[in-house]
């Protein structure tokens, strides 16, 4: 019988059904960072449970870490103890940290692709909802909460329903100035936030087979804003090439046999799905969200169609039928899960090289990781975005959320390569977000206002040293 | 306040009862429940004095601002409830303010997932029945209302409605395994085989 993919890994890690009903699923890779695992960790010594798999628990500090001064102590005393707390956890329970000062430190969805952690077959969990993102490597990955995180350091296991499988087809070509970001806007524009409930998608389709791993990433990454728990591509050359040769990926000869096993959970081209969407990629234009949530988005040159959310547009400050295109924004924040990775970076840098942030713009450039922010300064990124007038920062969630002192003030708006604009998201209670491409942020920047950036790329060198296999694969501290 | 049930050990959730808070608004998202500032801790103590701080803050005349709800146990909500972060700080703050239940017309899985865990059940009722709810409770606050997994059914004053919660999810507090860890961690044999069957963990 065909499978999809979701369900052979799912099988494989099905240990039995419990008296509830529910299946008890074996956790590959458990992924923790400071903010959801404190409480777990109280948990756990309550109970007098120890972690029964330590060396398939990886954590790291993106929260709250802050990108300024990283000095110990850190001058935010919070940041302090709570990486203070994680620092201890792992000590006592053997578990492998990537602290604030380690040169593998980054953003948990980052570092874990970007170390070869990641691998296609796996099921991840990660006290965070963009745990989503693995699935670019062909892993079941989803976000949980921290009684959970408890459980898994407890059990290696979790407690779950089995999900639905959509499979979401984008085939067609990207046209230049259009990204993965741009495809899973339209994606959740289209099926909105809550079509995904109960669902994994599975994304495929010429455009989607195009992607290199870092762009996949994105789209997996916000699959959680439309409603699906887990998002995936089934794995491929592309993702193979992407893996040889990173730390933790198998080496040499058991690479090779590794990637019989990754071709085998691919779904099977027979399989049947719950659920089927096309879209065509020719269609999708430069996107940008105008609203409190990720499915309130429009092309850059359309009015707002939106049915009467008075609440959006009360707190947006738009009126139905507006465009977001010339509105004035105050930051620009490049950074995040989402479009935080050296491509992400590469491309906003091609379009700021030789222009100047506008005088009225705060803009900051956040790598997701250390590994990130060396490729980065290794290829003079840094420099293009500091003699712009960006701040180019260390590595973390940063403006994303908001959780360290990197926040919107007042009524702000931001241009932001992250993926949510809730009401308060970026840590001033009436703060705006716009949500776009990196290389949509750098082009508002540049003309402080939201613009197409289309036409700021016409007679822009193409990306150098742009290698669709291996793009990310940035060096590593050891 | 009510202490987390999961603090005082799980036994079975068959019913809960008490007036209720309506709240309306469809994909009210886990950041406006509990904002990032406040997870700037290492225990959950103390959050349920922050839920919806930034909306309170923007309008007196929010529903947790309103003392005729002060003493409410069962969150009434509209569509998409707790969608956006993972945060189990959200549903945390809900039980220590005292809430024991949630009907609305849907949830986000995560966040049901995390209520679950702490004996706070979801259910799901239709939308012009969560309607008639809030409608009734904001007309007559006092108005006891029971909500009960055995029967699948809330009533409020003459007013009865189904509601449902996912079959296992309901096997689970009836019996009052709502709260997995022991389960999962029983057998734990067979869990050792699973892990030693992956090719990831048993070598290439």
């Not at chain 2, 005082?8 to 998202?29: C, F, N, S």
């Amino acid at each position: 019988m065909p499978e999809t993919l979701f369900q052979k890994v799912w099988n494989a890690h099905t240990v039995r059904t419990l008296p509830s009903g529910q299946t008890q699923l074996f956790v590959g890779l458990h992924l923790i960072h400071e903010v959801t695992s404190p409480q777990a960790f109280d948990m756990l010594r309550q109970h007098g449970w120890s972690v029964r798999f330590p060396e398939r628990t990886f954590a790291t500090v993106d929260h709250i870490v802050p990108t300024t001064r990283r000095t110990r102590p850190f001058f935010d005393l919070m940041a302090e103890e709570m990486t203070g707390a994680l620092e201890r956890n792992c000590r006592q329970y053997g578990i492998s940290l990537y602290s604030a000062e380690d040169a593998n430190q980054g953003i948990v969805h980052v570092i874990g692709p970007e170390l070869g952690i990641t691998q296609p077959g796996m099921t991840i969990a990660c006290g965070d909802s963009h745990t989503s993102t693995h699935g670019a490597l062909g892993a079941i990955a989803f976000g949980i909460g921290t009684s959970q995180v408890r459980d898994v350091l407890a059990s290696q296991c979790l407690a779950l329903d089995p999900l639905k499988v959509r499979r979401i087809d984008v085939d067609g070509r990207l046209a230049p100035g259009v990204y993965a970001k741009d495809v899973i806007l339209t994606i959740i524009r289209k099926l909105g936030v809550h079509g995904g409930v109960g669902y994994a998608y599975e994304y495929g389709g010429s455009a989607i087979d195009a992607m290199s791993v870092e762009e996949r990433m994105t789209v997996c990454n916000m699959s959680i804003e439309g409603g699906a728990r887990a998002g995936y591509v089934n794995p491929d050359d592309t993702t193979f090439a992407f893996l040889r040769g990173r730390r933790f990926a198998p080496p040499d000869d058991a690479f090779d046999r590794a990637v019989r096993w990754w071709r085998q959970i691919a779904t099977d081209p027979a399989a049947s799905y719950h659920d089927r969407v096309a879209l065509r990629a020719d269609d999708i234009g430069p996107t940008v969200t105008w609203g409190i949530n990720p499915s309130q988005s429009v092309g850059i040159h359309e009015p707002i169609d939106a049915p009467a959310d008075d609440e959006a547009f009360a707190f947006m400050g738009f009126a139905p039928g507006a465009r977001v295109e010339g509105t004035p924004i105050d930051v620009a924040f490049i950074g995040s899960c989402t479009n935080g990775r050296i491509s992400d970076l590469e491309e906003a840098a091609r379009l700021v090289r030789g222009r100047r942030v506008s005088p009225r713009v705060k803009a900051l450039v956040v790598p997701g990781s250390q590994a990130v922010s060396r490729e980065a300064e290794r290829r003079g990124l840094h420099q293009t975005f500091i003699d712009a007038g960006f701040e180019w920062r260390g590595a973390g969630c940063s403006m994303c959320l908001g959780m360290n002192t990197d926040r919107l003030e007042g009524r702000q708006i931001c241009a932001s390569s992250s993926n949510r604009n809730f009401k308060g998201r970026q840590g001033s209670p009436t703060g705006r977000t716009l949500l776009m491409s990196p290389a949509m942020v750098a082009a508002a920047a540049i003309a402080g206002e939201v613009v197409d950036v289309r036409p700021m790329l016409a007679g822009v060198p193409a990306r150098s040293g742009a290698d669709p296999a291996g793009a990310g694969k940035v060096s590593h501290g050891r | 306040m009510a202490a987390d049930r999961s603090e005082t050990g799980a036994g079975a959730v068959v019913r809960a009862a008490g007036t209720g808070l309506p709240l309306r608004g469809h994909d009210i998202d886990t950041d406006r429940i509990m904002p990032a500032r406040f997870l700037r801790a290492v225990s959950f103590e103390g959050l349920e004095g922050h839920l919806f701080e930034d909306d309170r803050g923007a309008d007196p005349a929010h529903p947790f601002n309103d003392p005729r709800y002060a003493r409410a146990t069962i969150l009434v909500v509209n569509a998409n409830f707790g969608c956006g972060s993972s945060r189990e700080h959200a549903p945390q703050g809900l039980v220590r303010r005292g809430f024991t239940a949630l009907i609305g017309e849907s949830f986000s899985e995560i966040f049901a997932g995390n209520s679950a865990m702490l004996g706070m059940p979801c259910f799901v009722a239709s939308a012009s029945d969560v309607n008639r709810l809030q409608a009734l409770i904001e007309a007559s606050p006092e108005t006891p209302i029971e909500a009960r997994v055995d029967a699948g059914t809330a009533v409020a004053g003459a007013l009865a409605i189904p509601i449902a919660l996912p079959p296992a999810v309901r096997d689970a507090f009836l019996s009052g395994q709502w709260n997995p860890t022991a389960m999962l961690l029983d057998r734990y044999d067979e869990v050792r085989a699973v892990a030693a069957r992956l090719p990831y963990i048993a070598g290439y």
